[in-house]
């Protein structure tokens, strides 16, 4: 995580907020950015994580903890949920199940990554958590991806000589390849709403 969610969270929603992230250099960004916000960035695998949480968001993680993962992500987000908790899952989604994600991706921009199925994600969560809202921005995020490409390239001559043009003609093939993905709806963009199924306890309090 960049930092940015977790700062909106706090200064908008008022949320006292605890990102994790195995990224050094991300949680230094994240942590200049959230600088004196009720934001604590962690450094830590997600299947180390401890403690209870009103709410849990995953936002671009899913897609990278491969299938054999999915179930114990989603044991995870159950077990650091409190009753009657939200999860938030999204994730860019596939149409059809594959064993192996895009070759070329998982070489240069994403390695080992796999975007999971629909049946996938509520096989996962079967039993754990109760479907809530399933909303797709499939058909607009080829618009999101123009954008960035836009300003990946107005940006270009900052960076050119750190990273020379084929870092370039890379990184364009990379956005401009996704936007045309999208656009063809073969992959999709999922926010999906999930709340932990209530406990005996839980539903008699209540």
């Known amino acids: 995580m960049g930092g940015g969610l977790a700062q909106y969270m706090a200064e908008q929603a008022g949320c006292s907020v605890t990102g994790i992230n195995i990224s050094r250099?991300?949680?230094?960004f994240a942590r200049g950015r959230t600088k004196g916000l009720p934001v604590e960035i962690v450094?830590?695998?997600y299947r180390d994580v401890q403690g209870m949480f009103d709410a849990v968001v995953s936002v671009g993680m899913f897609e990278h903890v491969g299938s054999r993962n999915y179930r114990t992500f989603m044991e995870i987000a159950h077990r650091s949920l409190r009753?009657?908790?939200?999860?938030?899952?999204?994730t860019i989604g596939s149409n059809v199940m594959h064993r192996t994600g895009d070759r070329w991706l998982n070489r240069y921009i994403f390695p080992n990554s796999h975007l999971p199925s629909?049946?996938?994600i509520t096989r996962a969560a079967e039993g754990l958590f109760?479907?809530?809202?399933?909303?797709?921005?499939g058909a607009h995020y080829d618009q999101t991806l123009l954008a960035?490409?836009?300003n990946f390239e107005a940006a270009w001559p900052r960076?050119?000589?750190?990273?020379?043009?084929?870092?370039?003609?890379?990184w364009r093939y990379y956005l401009l390849s996704c936007a045309g993905v999208f656009r063809a709806r073969s992959i999709q963009l999922w926010q999906i709403v999930l709340s932990k199924k209530p406990t005996e306890d839980y539903i008699s309090v209540r």
């Open 25 to 28: 250099e991300q949680i230094a």
């Open 43 to 45: 450094q830590q695998d």
């Open 83 to 90: 009753d009657g908790g939200l999860f938030l899952l999204h």
């Open 118 to 120: 629909a049946a996938q």
């Open 130 to 137: 109760i479907l809530e809202d399933w909303h797709n921005f």
């Open 148 to 150: 960035w490409n836009r």
């Open 159 to 170: 960076f050119a000589d750190r990273y020379g043009e084929r870092f370039r003609r890379m």
